[in-house]
DNA sequence: TAGTGGTCTAGACCACGGT
DNA sequence: CCGTGGTCTAGACCACTAA
């Protein structure tokens, strides 16, 4: 059942898509559209909100609703990186992405760790090191803690695929949010052996936690990027939810 | 006039951070909340809304309202990266920021930045390089890009201090979203030159297009950073609108 | 089945913009 | 001043969850 404020909102951006509006020109008042549409203004609000933090329009008290130049152009980069996916969805169509396993062991979190992952001392954490290949061509080295009581039954199978498809297909959970760090490093010796480059070649890393839906941290990873065979786009909408 | 709603969001959200409801129980109900705060149920519900989209709480229909784990956390990573700032607001108070101008002029744009800017072929730009120093350190070497027509009057003296405060406190313009795309590259000779780094030394290169509120696209920039000297912050709550 | 959140209504008043 | 969007109300019905 999709509500009746989603089918008029998707209406409408069909509309604004197809040009049937001036791009000058305020939109119909909302009064207008609540009689369209047989609906009341709050629907049509309701409507126009969904519109409004897809960054398609802009409402202006006392003047009206207008479509935002680029809006169509922002809205697609929203949708572009506006969830965190992993590494083999992103890839997906590009070629086929294989893992090499360089370690699996179980311990007891550091400090950091237990900051990072809001875990006790006592609470233990798979250790992984994996290098992710792209058609056998090496792409990253990833150190990643992941919390044994979150994602139990983690195995080596599902390292050497993806660890964000079992989480959501074979497990059901959802993943939310993620906090990403990055920056760029010199090489160090086990980045030269595994990813195939030289002493001169700089590192893209980058240092994660990603959250579940209801907000349990569940991976805390740091990832290192060969610098010519990735790159990290980073979108930002700006809703001043202030 | 700030607006009931706002009010309660911020009501509730501060009975939450100091730990005034349960964790693991439901909030009252959002029947209780309207008693409460002799409003109705709507009214409520846009109060919720905001604290749903800091990542405070979640609803499930014919369940209740739940406090995110780690929301506090989360909603305060989410204050700290979700607008775009420009460098001068991000080190304010860590020193005194100034800026070295290695190049000031105007030219017709590139195809790519035609493209990047939404702009034609003969619709002047300036081209600007500048170096970011803090506390005479150098950071940043900038090369940017800026429409004339969007920007008028830059002046050396501007690009010497912020010209996001600029656009943002003279001219009255208030800043969108942007996208940027970050990598890790090698140092060329003018990074080594200016930024006072070796050979060996990596890059973070930021590439990014920042747009006007209005959906304007106003600068195109690609800025390199001494690795040692900056990173970046991304945090995605992931509202999925879908 | 009872209770919850999600949606929707038909009004109302207010704040603000442009005239 | 009028017309616009922003807020708010007091209800109503529905969809979903949990007991």
Do not use: W
């Amino acid at each position: 059942m999709v509500s009746k404020y989603e089918q008029i909102a998707k209406k409408i951006r069909e509309e604004i898509r197809e040009g049937y509006f001036e791009q000058v020109e305020p939109l119909p008042t909302q009064e207008q559209f609540a009689t369209q549409f047989h609906t009341s203004r709050m629907t049509i609000q309701k409507a126009l909100d969904l519109l409004r933090v897809e960054g398609i329009v802009e409402s202006r008290q006392g003047s009206g609703t207008y479509i935002k130049k680029n809006g169509i152009t922002l809205s697609k980069l929203n949708r572009q990186s506006d969830e965190y996916v992993g590494l083999s969805q992103q890839l997906r169509g590009q070629g086929e992405v294989t893992s090499r396993i360089l370690r699996f062991d179980l311990r007891f979190p550091t400090e950091i760790e237990q900051g990072k992952l809001a875990i006790q001392s006592e609470e233990p954490v798979y250790d992984i090191v994996r290098v992710r290949l792209l058609e056998q061509e090496p792409l990253i080295i990833e150190e990643i803690t992941i919390p044994v009581r979150t994602i139990p039954k983690l195995s080596t199978q599902v390292l050497h695929r993806s660890i964000y498809g079992y989480i959501e297909d074979k497990l059901g959970l959802v993943i939310g949010a993620s906090s990403r760090r990055i920056r760029a490093e010199r090489s160090n010796q086990r980045d030269q052996e595994y990813l195939n480059c030289c002493l001169e070649d700089p590192i893209l890393h980058v240092e994660q936690v990603v959250f579940l839906e209801d907000g349990t941290p569940f991976e805390y990873s740091h990832a290192r990027h060969r610098h010519d065979k990735g790159d990290i786009l980073v979108v930002n909408l700006n809703k001043k939810t202030k």
